[in-house]
T-cell receptor
Framework: DGGITQSPKYLFRKEGQNVTLSCEQNLNHDAMYWYRQDPGQGLRLIYYSQIVNDFQKGDIAEGYSVSREKKESFPLTVTSAQKNPTAFYLC????????????FGEGSRLTVL | AQSVTQLGSHVSVSEGALVLLRCNYSSSVPPYLFWYVQYPNQGLQLLLKYTTGATLVKGINGFEAEFKKSETSFHLTKPSAHMSDAAEYFCAVSSNRDDKIIFGKGTRLHILP
């Protein structure tokens, strides 16, 4: 089935460690997105990519990094510079059209111990 | 810059009663508007969207929303609430200016028996 796969679903890390969240899609979508969700804060945009080898910062990019080497993959690295990384992370994709809706993965919950 | 305001972080309605979830947006260009639903520990699922054309949009599960440009609103309604409607609902806005999609903070809908 077509869709977006995020892994791992749950992740624990110690302070000071970098961690990479995986996002893969087989929908042949051009654009991919990473959002962070915290209770009462809605979804906040971290990074997005409209095309391979190109990406833009969202509203809360500090402490995060991404790459887009393949159309179907958009991994997110949460670095030690991110001061409050414990959150639910959602990856999404959509077609190149601005009228298209987002398709979401099931999310990755990161907990920093 | 685009923004979305959802009035009421929690809304409670009785089963069988009207559901009304409010969304107001700010955009300097014609907006594209979306409503998503999220069940616990899952990704988001599209309920409906407005891009152009008819301002009353029908979505899945009996939901609909009306785009009112003069009021900069896109409120979500359902004539008769069902217990399965209990979830968190997000309004989102984008435009043809860029690929950013901005979400509101969400409204958690509680259904009372």
């Amino acid at each position: 089935d077509g869709g977006i796969t995020q892994s791992p679903k749950y992740l624990f890390r110690k302070e000071g460690q970098n961690v990479t969240l995986s996002c893969e899609q087989n929908l042949n979508h051009d654009a991919m997105y990473w959002y962070r969700q915290d209770p009462g804060q809605g979804l906040r945009l971290i990074y997005y990519s409209q095309i391979v080898n190109d990406f833009q910062k969202g509203d809360i990019a500090e402490g995060y990094s991404v790459s887009r080497e393949k159309k179907e993959s958009f991994p997110l690295t949460v670095t030690s510079a991110q001061k409050n990384p414990t959150a639910f992370y959602l990856c999404a994709s959509r077609t190149g059209s601005n009228t298209g809706e987002l398709f979401f993965g099931e999310g990755s919950r990161l907990t920093v111990l | 810059a685009q923004s979305v305001t959802q009035l009421g972080s929690h809304v409670s309605v009785s089963e069988g009663a009207l559901v009304l979830l409010r969304c107001n947006y700010s955009s300097s260009v014609p907006p594209y508007l979306f409503w998503y639903v999220q069940y616990p520990n899952q990704g988001l699922q599209l309920l409906l969207k407005y891009t152009t054309g008819a301002t009353l949009v029908k979505g899945i599960n009996g939901f609909e929303a009306e785009f009112k440009k003069s009021e900069t609103s896109f409120h979500l309604t359902k004539p008769s609430a069902h217990m399965s409607d209990a979830a968190e609902y997000f309004c989102a806005v984008s435009s043809n200016r860029d690929d950013k999609i901005i979400f509101g903070k969400g409204t958690r809908l509680h259904i009372l028996p």
